[in-house]
C-alpha cells in the first residue's frame, strides 16, 4: 500500500470514528437517565396515572392503566435516593406514596369489577347542553361520548363479577334518572343543530344500550356472587401505611375515631348546659339550623362572612397572604345545580383580567319554584352557622389560602399534586382555628362547628369500621342518623360516597388531628419564638404531602434555619 493510500486510510478511519463517537452522544441525549430524579419528576404526573387511554374501559385497558402504574413506580425505585438532597429524597417518598396509592386501587380495590356506575359515564352529557360555549364544540364532545358509550355499557355487562345490592340500586337509579336526558334533552339539542340526523342516531343507540344494560341489572347482576363493597383490612392497611404514611392500622384508627367522637359529643354537652340547661345540644341544634338569612340573601350572607374571615385571619396575623386574591361568592351555573344540593369551591387557578388571583365559592341560590319542603330543607342547610364555620373552611384561611401557597411552590410534584388527609384536614383546622382565636360571634355557632366536626368525627369510624368489616353499611347509616342528626337520605349520600371512595373521608378529622400534633412539636421547638403566622406559614410553604412528610420538611427547615 502506497504512502497515499495509507493516508487516506487513515482520514477515513478518523471520520468514522468522528461519527461513531458523536453517535454516541447523540444516542446519550436520546436516553434519558432512569437515575436522573428531576427528569423522572418533569415528567411525573399523577392525574395522568389510573385515567384510562382507552375510552371502552375494557378489561385490557384497567389492566394497561395497572401496568402503567408498576412501570412509573418501577422507574422511581430505581433511582439512587443517597444521591438526592434532602428535599428531593421528601419528593421521592412523596412520588411513591401516591403510586402505592394508585397501585392498591388499581390491583386490589378494583371498582370496575363491582360498581356498574363506573361504566354508566352519562351523567355528564346534560352538562355539555347547558354549559356556555359554542355549539360546533359541544356537538363533537356529544358524538365522540355518544359513539363509545354503548360499549362501555357493554364491558360494564362482561366485566362485572360481584353483586353489590347497594350498587345495583343507585345505578338503577342513575338510569331511570337519564330517562329525560335521552327522551328530551339530547333530542331537543339535537334539533337545533346541522347534523340532527346523525346525532339522533347516535341519541338513539345510547338510549337502547342503556335500556339493555337497566335489563342487565335488573335480571342478570343479582345471579353474580355477593360480596361486599369493602376494600378489606389487610388493603386498607396497605393504604395508611404505604400511600398516607401513617402510623395507624385500622384497629387503631378505630379506636382514634371511636374515642374522639365521644369526645366530642362531651364538648357539645358541657357547651349546651352553658347555653340553656333545658334543652339538649340536639334540640339547640336544631334551633340554630332554624335561624337562617333571608331566602334570596343567600349570596351577599355568604360573602359577609367570607370578608369578615379574611379580615380576621389578617388582623390577628394568623397567616401571611402575599399575593392579591379575592374570593367571590357566586350564584351556582344553574346546569351545575343539580349535582349537589350546597354548591362548590373553585379555587384561584391564574390570575383573572384585572391581575388578581380570583377564587370562586359557587353556592346554589335560593328558587321561588321549589314546592315548600324543598324551601324549608334548603334553608336549614344554609343556616347562619353553617355559613360562618364553613366560609374559613372554604376561603380564609382554608382552601383558597392553602391553594395560593401551593400553587407558588417551587417544587413541581408539591405545586401540581396533594391529597384530602392534608387539604381536607387544613379546612376543618381553620373551623377550629376560628374557634380558638375568637371568630364566632356567640356560643350557639360554637355549637353548631362541634356539630360540625361530630359529622367530620364519624366520617372516620364509618370509612374504616365499614371497609376493614367492622360496621355495616345500615350501622353507619344509623350513626349519621342518630348521633349526628343527618336525615336519612343524606346520610346515604355520605355513606355511599365512603363506600366508593374508600379513605378519603378519614382525611378531614384526622388531617386536622395531625396538624395539630405538628403544631404541638413546632410550639415546643420554637418556644418563646413561636407564632401562629410563622407556623402556618412555614407549614404550607412545605407542600400538600402525607403530614410525616411536611413535618419532616418543616423541623428540617427549622433546624437549619432556612
Not at 157 to 171: A, C, G, H, T, V
Not at 336 to 358: M, P, Q, V, W
Not at 439 to 456: A, E, G
Amino acid at each position: 500500500m502506497n504512502i497515499l493510500n495509507v493516508k487516506v486510510m487513515r482520514l477515513i478511519l478518523f471520520f468514522i470514528g468522528l461519527v461513531f463517537v458523536f453517535g454516541c452522544k447523540q444516542e446519550v441525549q436520546k436516553q434519558p437517565s432512569q437515575n436522573n430524579f428531576e427528569d423522572f419528576i418533569e415528567d411525573f404526573s399523577a392525574s395522568e396515572i389510573g385515567i384510562a387511554r382507552d375510552k371502552s374501559l375494557s378489561n385490557k385497558a384497567f389492566m394497561e392503566e395497572l401496568a402503567y402504574t408498576r412501570k412509573t413506580l418501577d422507574e422511581l425505585l430505581q433511582i439512587d435516593t443517597a444521591q438526592l438532597s434532602f428535599e428531593q429524597a421528601i419528593d421521592w417518598r412523596f412520588a411513591r406514596s401516591i403510586l402505592k396509592g394508585k397501585e392498591l386501587r388499581q390491583a386490589n380495590h378494583q371498582s370496575w369489577k363491582k360498581d356498574p356506575r363506573e361504566y354508566m359515564l352519562f351523567r355528564s352529557l346534560g352538562n355539555i347542553i347547558e354549559r356556555p360555549g359554542k355549539v360546533d364544540e359541544k356537538i363533537e364532545e356529544l358524538k365522540e361520548r355518544l359513539q363509545i358509550l354503548p360499549l362501555q355499557l357493554e364491558n360494564g355487562k362482561n366485566q362485572i363479577e360481584f353483586y353489590i345490592p347497594r350498587f345495583q340500586e343507585l345505578s338503577l337509579f342513575m338510569a331511570q334518572n337519564a330517562t329525560g336526558l335521552f327522551n328530551t334533552s339530547l333530542p331537543e339539542f339535537a334539533t337545533t343543530t346541522n347534523g340532527e340526523a346523525e346525532l339522533i342516531l347516535l341519541i338513539n343507540d345510547a338510549q337502547k344500550a342503556l335500556e339493555d344494560f337497566v335489563l342487565y341489572l335488573t335480571k342478570e347482576l343479582p345471579k353474580k356472587p355477593l360480596t361486599g363493597f369493602e376494600m378489606g383490612e389487610e388493603t386498607y392497611n396497605q393504604m395508611l401505611e404505604q400511600e398516607l404514611l401513617l402510623d395507624y392500622t385500622t384497629e387503631t384508627l378505630w379506636q382514634f375515631g371511636r374515642a374522639k367522637f365521644e369526645a366530642t359529643l362531651t364538648e357539645l354537652e358541657i357547651l349546651a348546659k352553658e347555653i340553656d340547661s333545658s334543652k339538649s345540644w340536639q334540640e339547640l341544634a336544631l334551633e340554630i339550623k332554624n335561624d337562617y338569612p333571608k331566602p334570596h340573601e343567600m349570596i351577599e350572607a355568604h360573602q359577609l362572612w367570607v370578608d369578615s374571615s379574611k379580615a380576621h385571619i389578617l388582623n390577628h396575623k394568623l397567616i401571611p397572604i402575599p399575593w392579591e386574591e379575592r374570593v367571590q361568592v357566586v350564584p351556582r351555573a344553574e346546569y351545575l345545580r343539580k349535582t349537589s344540593y350546597y354548591g362548590n369551591f373553585s379555587r384561584a387557578k391564574a390570575k383573572d383580567e384585572l391581575g388578581i388571583l380570583t377564587a370562586q365559592w359557587m353556592i346554589n341560590p335560593y328558587e321561588d319554584w321549589w314546592d315548600e319542603k324543598t324551601k324549608q330543607e334548603y334553608l336549614v342547610e344554609h343556616d347562619w352557622g353553617v355559613i360562618i364555620v364553613t366560609a374559613p373552611h372554604e376561603s380564609y384561611g382554608g382552601h383558597h389560602v392553602q391553594g395560593l401557597y401551593q400553587m407558588h411552590n417551587p417544587r413541581k410534584i408539591r405545586r401540581e399534586n396533594g391529597l384530602s388527609l392534608f387539604s381536607e384536614g387544613w379546612g376543618l383546622y381553620n373551623e377550629q382555628l376560628m374557634a380558638e382565636t375568637g371568630f364566632f360571634p356567640n356560643k350557639r355557632i360554637h355549637l353548631r362547628q362541634l356539630q360540625l366536626r361530630l359529622w367530620r368525627n364519624a366520617r372516620v369510624i364509618y370509612d374504616v369500621g365499614m371497609h376493614s368489616g367492622r360496621m355495616t353499611y345500615e350501622e353507619a347509616v344509623a350513626l349519621m342518623t342518630d348521633k349526628v342528626g343527618f336525615l336519612r337520605w343524606a346520610a346515604q349520600l355520605e355513606i355511599d360516597s365512603a363506600a366508593k371512595s374508600p379513605g378519603y373521608f378519614i382525611g378531614y378529622y384526622l388531617g386536622m388531628s395531625e396538624i395539630l400534633r405538628i403544631r404541638d412539636l413546632y410550639k415546643q421547638k420554637m418556644g418563646a419564638r413561636f407564632t401562629l403566622g410563622d407556623f402556618h406559614e412555614k407549614l404550607l410553604k412545605t407542600g400538600n404531602m402525607p403530614p410525616s412528610l411536611m413535618e419532616e420538611s418543616l423541623m428540617s427547615n427549622l433546624d437549619t434555619g432556612t
